[in-house]
């Protein structure tokens, strides 16, 4: 039974890793899609984490189309990330318990 708690833990593992990939991606195809006479990436953007789980806020106003879509796609990928992670937390908590038990 240890080893549906290994195998368990390295699919969210690996989940976590490719989400956070694609994440990361995506927010530097939103990045490269600023329009003309933008600030600085930087000043764009404000890190803060906040109690919905965006990491990132970035003004429509310094987007294009295409990195507003990138945008929405990057949102979802987080949301989807955070949802991963949380929910693979507990699940793999909760086979490592019931096999302790």
């Not at 390295?10 to 003309?36: K, Q």
């Not at 929910?87 to 086979?95: H, I, K, N, R, S």
Request: charged share 15%; aromatic share 16%; glycine share 10%.
């Amino acid at each position: 039974m240890d080893y549906l708690y290994g195998a368990l833990t390295a699919v969210w593992f690996v989940g976590l890793l490719l989400f956070g990939c694609v994440s990361l991606n995506e927010f530097r195809r939103v990045l490269n899609n600023l329009v003309p006479g933008a600030p600085f990436a930087g000043e764009v953007l404000s890190w803060k984490l906040g109690w919905r789980g965006q990491i990132t806020k970035i003004d429509l106003t310094f987007l294009n189309e295409t990195g507003r879509a990138y945008l929405a796609k990057a949102i979802r990928n987080e949301r989807i990330a955070i949802i991963w992670g949380v929910g693979g937390f507990f699940l793999t908590a909760c086979v490592h318990f019931y096999m302790k038990r």
